[in-house]
């Protein structure tokens, strides 16, 4: 059974969560790494970097306001490192990217399960508390789905001898994943989003071949992670909107994933706990809007239009005609506007500048009170 509708978030105008890192941050983060500033230091540097990011979303005129994810280097990464259990590994499973003009990288595989997973501490749970403390907004904070850990590699990154019954895997996730939403609702957090990006990639054939090869089974798969993503989001108290954000790829301006959501629609769309859903449909990468006709009555969309990793601005017309046609699919009342993506899903960031960062944050704002209304 679905939870019960709620009002905004998200908002008309909204967006992604990840912000580009001013270079005081980054130099702070490399001297707290090698060991020439301490701890606190460090957060202090965070904290003046946050307010900054603040202040931006604000003079954008954004409702939901997140921390740009400054006090983390990867989305992923830092997150679920800090549960027990869970690792950084140096095996190799290279994924790669790429880019508009023939450019390429490459991520490796940087996390497996070593033994029992446990929260033994809260991991965002003082970072929200600073970021509502800066904001007379909606405090928004975005954690990383677990799903991606074993999408790359299947049951040969969870160490059967920790976890003979890959289910008991599962359960410890969503009960770590459940603590953690407990301590950040005691904190006042209304607007929570999980950041899924397996849903998206794996409508990549070569990324389903690649599962295949890991003895995954990508359609059975993808059923399982929309039950664990969901189980996850039913831990959330009625008042916390639960955002899922997917998408194909986000590193220094790359991508790595294609094909159009028709493959995994019928179960991802229909999640029943989840309120929102923030869709990746910037490039012809993301296909068509006809796979929206699977989203359930209950849900939002927040259609990712603006690019995150161009630099060039997008048409206003041209915006307001993708929603107009998105809206044969989903009414306009359930659609709302953002980025495809964050700005800097790792703390290298995108190839675009600050000022285009703000006014691709302007114009989402801007193209969501001409479509919606000043009260968007």
Known sequence: MARPRKSPPPFRADHVGSLLRPPALLEARRRAEQGEITAAELTAA?????????????????????????????????FLTSLDGIARTDASYAVAFKG???????????????????RARPASVAGFAFLKSATSRTPKLCIPSPTYLHMRGGRRVVSERAYPDIEEFWSDLVRAYHAEIADLAAAGCTYL?????VYATMCDEAIRARMRADAIDPDEAVRKYAEVVSAIAAGAPENMTVAVHTCRGNHRSMWMAQGGYERVAGVVF??????????????DRAG???PL???AADK????????????????????????DEAAKYVPLERLCLSPQCGFASTELGNRITPEIQRRKLELVVEVAQEVWGRAA
């Open 46 to 78: 965070e904290d003046a970097a946050i307010r900054e990011a603040v202040a931006l979303q604000e003079r954008a005129g954004l409702g939901a306001i997140t921390d740009g994810e400054f006090r983390r280097g990867h989305f992923l990464v830092d």
């Open 100 to 118: 508009e003009h023939g450019e390429t990288s490459e991520t490796r595989s940087m996390l497996a399960v070593t033994g029992k997973i446990r």
């Open 193 to 197: 989003q999980l950041d899924e990006i």
């Open 270 to 283: 229909a999640q029943p706990h989840v309120d929102a859903l923030f869709l990746e449909f910037d490039t």
């Open 288 to 290: 068509g809007f006809e």
């Open 293 to 295: 006709r699977f989203v």
């Open 300 to 323: 939002t969309v927040v259609l990712g239009l603006v690019s995150s990793k161009r630099p060039e601005l997008e048409s206003k017309d041209l915006l307001k005609r993708r929603i």
